[in-house]
């Protein structure tokens, strides 16, 4: 019995906090074992709440370059397994239009599987 299509569903808020919340333990991690940062900082170093809030800001802007990688990497896989860009939108809450726009040339005859035609042999 083939499987039901990809059914997604709206995100889940209680998933969100709880990457939000993952995303900020990491943050602060990198911020501590992150270039310049040192057991004990200076004075100086720990009043800079500017160079603080760079600092964070620089590695969530990672954060999201990373995300965006991974994304990319899980869009191609669901392309080669056969998704098409309708499937792709919906799985990232965005039209069908959004995926074509975000990996133009994703979908390709190679790409797709066209769901299997009767053959005289299999009535």
Do not use: C
């Not at 808020?13 to 200076?42: F, I, N």
């Not at 720990?46 to 999201?64: M, P």
Request: proline share 11%; charged share 20%.
């Amino acid at each position: 019995m083939p499987r039901p299509p990809f059914a997604t569903h709206p995100p889940n808020e209680d998933m969100a906090t709880l990457l939000t919340q993952l995303v900020e333990e990491l943050t602060r991690k990198l911020m501590q074992e992150g270039p310049g940062a040192s057991a004990e900082p200076t004075a100086e170093v720990a009043d800079d709440l500017r160079r603080h809030a760079l600092l964070r800001l620089q590695i969530l802007a990672g954060v999201k370059l990373a995300a965006r990688r991974l994304e990319d990497q899980a869009a191609h896989a669901a392309a080669a397994s056969g998704a098409g860009y309708p499937e792709i939108g919906r799985a990232l809450s965005m039209s069908r239009q959004g995926a074509r726009r975000r990996w133009p040339g994703l979908i390709t005859n190679s790409t797709a599987h066209p769901a299997p035609r009767p053959t005289p042999w299999s009535s």
